[in-house]
């Protein structure tokens, strides 16, 4: 085994999984939190959309969002150098990735527009 720690190429096949299971920590991070913050704090219903509930939801969202997006587009940069196999695999991460991308937006769109706690 190596000493030193190696970075994991973009071009692996443990790229399949990773951003359907960074979706996966986003999905039970801010749905989870939204409980716990509900439960423990809740704002009161006349501020709406403006609370710092949403505003952490967000922030966690937008997080989640730009991490994804630079994976699928790093994997989508690297498919263009490489041929068979390791492009091959760079391309379906990149396309996982998008999918995880648009799922982090889509479920995270609610945030912007629906008061929290209702």
Known sequence: MATTMQR??????LHFVIGLTLWC???VTVY????V???VVPPAP???VFTLVNALLLVVS???????????????????HHQGRRRFNARVSAGL????T???VFAAMPILGIPPCL
Request: with cysteine; charged share 5%.
């Open 8 to 13: 994991l190429q973009l071009t692996h096949p």
């Open 25 to 27: 920590i986003w999905f």
């Open 32 to 35: 989870g939190g939204h409980a």
């Open 37 to 39: 913050a509900c439960a």
């Open 46 to 48: 006349e501020q709406g």
């Open 62 to 80: 937008l997080v989640a969002i730009a991490i994804l997006a630079a994976l699928t587009l790093g994997c989508y940069r690297m498919a263009k």
């Open 97 to 100: 990735y998008l999918f995880s």
């Open 102 to 104: 648009l799922g982090v």
